[in-house]
Each structure stands twice: as structure tokens, then as C-alpha cells.
């Protein structure tokens, strides 16, 4: 569905998919750069209609799938600066909503830089099993691993959700910065979907938000296929329910990323997994963004 094959398929809203195939800043498992073909693959098997939402994705979303980014060889920073540049002169984030495929998450530094250009109050959601704060990893203040420090130097203010996974130096950040708001995994998994999404919804105070979803963030007991798993995560249907109760509190969500995924040879439930969160999650946004604005 999300293949360039399907461009003329859905109406409603316009949502830019543009893959990201990059795996240079990987420190374990690697496959990362063909996550977003998994995901586009796997995209055009899983059904869009959602039973609980009552609602077909494309009746209120059309996607538009762009060419492969080819990132360069020179390392993390030269692709996070080539793919700022490159969203700077192809795209308008006052009007265009990006879904970007990666990759690794380094590439989310990209996305992140060019919404905060027009929303300065932008506030980041980060799914993650990791901090992702480490000043630098492996020699490179680009890394996976250091890429929500290069957010928190841009000022954007993050909600991590699912973190099970953190250094000492990481950990003593979290107890001083006080624009870092975290939801182990130990914790929200003692309180329901409802309970957190309030609890973000008082943090954002009407800010606008953008999503970073690296799917080593859920449990890999259902997404095995990622670079860095690790055992504890977010439960399936804990977080597929959650979206629900996060979007109807008329939230704005103005772009996000998927990250992570690397595909296991001739296994499917990784990618199909993460399709039927894409179509949650945009679901869930378009319908109670649709019912807002009707109201307006």
C-alpha cells in the first residue's frame, strides 16, 4: 500500500513516505537498510481497514511514496546533513506530513531538524527500548545510540516510551534534565494505555508532536527482527491500544518515523508487525483529526 505502485490508490490527507535505507551507524545486528522494503512489501498484504476504529486508511489517507534516498558513504553526519538538505528542498513541513522508513535510527535526526525549522515548540514521542543519549557512540556524536542527545540540542523537549536499556551516563541525564520525560517499560506496563496517554497529553500541553518509533521499542517476542533487541518490551496490544486513547485528545501530530526494522530471512511477522502499527497509528490521527476539524 505504501509502494510506489499504490500512489494512485486512498483519498484524504497526503502522507509522504520517503525509505531511508541506511545502516552505517549500526553497532550490533545489522540489516537495518532493508527495512524499508520490508515495510513497503509488507505494506501491501496487511488489510486497512480497522475494525475497531471502524475506518479504512485509504479513505482518509493517500500515500505518496518517493524514490529511495541514497545516503551517502561518508558517515552519519554527511547523511543527516544531505537528508535535512534534501527535505529543505523537496518539502514544506507546514503542509506535508512525512512518514520516513528507515534505516537506522540515526536517520531520524533528519526529520526531527526539519519540523522544528517551523514548529518551534515541537515536542518529540520516542518508542524506544534504548535512551539513544549518549554524547557520542563508537566515536560518532551521529550514532544510533547519541541520536535523542542531538535532539536535546536543538531544545525539543522528549517522551520516551518503553525504555529498558541505558548506561550509567545515560541514566544520570535522565535524573537532571528536566525536558526529558521517560516511561520505562517496567512502569507503564503496571498502567494502562489510557492512564500514560493523559499523562502525555498534561506533558504536551497542545504543542505539536512528532513520533520517532524505533521498533525495538515492543517486545521482540512479536518484532524479532531488529538490530538491538531486547527482552521486557511494549506489549502488543497495550500499545496498539494506546494510539487510541493518545489521538483523541486532539493531539497534532505533523510527521514521524519507523527505524529498526531489519527484516529475518524468510520470516514475515517483524514487518508485518510494524505495518499494522503504521496503519494504527495513522488511523487513529486522521480519524480524530478529521472529527476535529468537522467540528471546527
Known amino acids: 500500500m505504501y ?12 502522507i509522504i513516505v520517503l525509505p531511508v535505507p541506511y545502516e552505517g551507524a549500526v553497532s550490533f545486528g545489522t540489516g537495518t537498510k532493508k527495512g524499508p522494503m ?4 509488507a505494506s501491501l498484504e496487511i488489510e486497512t481497514w480497522d475494525e475497531e476504529l471502524g475506518i479504512d486508511l485509504l479513505d482518509v489517507a493517500k500515500f505518496n511514496t518517493l524514490d529511495y534516498f541514497e545516503p551517502t558513504v561518508a558517515g552519519p553526519k554527511y547523511v543527516f546533513e544531505s537528508l535535512y538538505n534534501y527535505l529543505k528542498s523537496n518539502l514544506d513541513p507546514a503542509k506535508e506530513f512525512l512518514l520516513t522508513l528507515g534505516g537506522d535510527h540515526s536517520v531520524a535526526l533528519a526529520p526531527i531538524k526539519f519540523y522544528h525549522d517551523f514548529y518551534k515548540d515541537l515536542f518529540v514521542l520516542q518508542i524506544d527500548a534504548h535512551c539513544d543519549l549518549r554524547e557520542e557512540f563508537q566515536g560518532s556524536k551521529y550514532s544510533h545510540g547519541s541520536v535523542m542527545a542531538r535532539v536535546r540540542d536543538l531544545d525539543i523537549p522528549i517522551i520516551q516510551l518503553g525504555i529498558r536499556s541505558l548506561c550509567k551516563q545515560e541514566s544520570e541525564r ?3 534534565d528536566s525536558n526529558i520525560t521517560t516511561f520505562f517499560a517496567r512502569d507503564i506496563l503496571n498502567l494502562s494505555p489510557q492512564k500514560v496517554a493523559k499523562k502525555i497529553k498534561e506533558i504536551l500541553n497542545n504543542r505539536p508532536l512528532y513520533l520517532t518509533f524505533d521498533v525495538d521499542g515492543v517486545d521482540p517476542s512479536i518484532v524479532p527482527g531488529t538490530g538491538t533487541p531486547e527482552p521486557g518490551g511494549i506489549p502488543f496490544f497495550w500499545l496498539y491500544d494506546f494510539w487510541i486513547h493518545l489521538f483523541k485528545q486532539n493531539i497534532s501530530l505533523v510527521g514521524m518515523d519507523v527505524c529498526e526494522l531489519a527484516p529475518i530471512p524468510n520470516q514475515l511477522v517483524s514487518e508485518s508487525t510494524v505495518v499494522k502499527f503504521i496503519n494504527r497509528i495513522l488511523c487513529a490521527y486522521l480519524v480524530f483529526y478529521n472529527n476535529s476539524n468537522q467540528q471546527g
Open 174 to 176: 535522565l535524573k537532571k
Open 38 to 41: 520490508a515495510i513497503l512489501r
Open 3 to 14: 509502494s510506489k505502485y499504490a500512489d494512485d490508490e486512498g483519498q484524504g490527507k497526503e
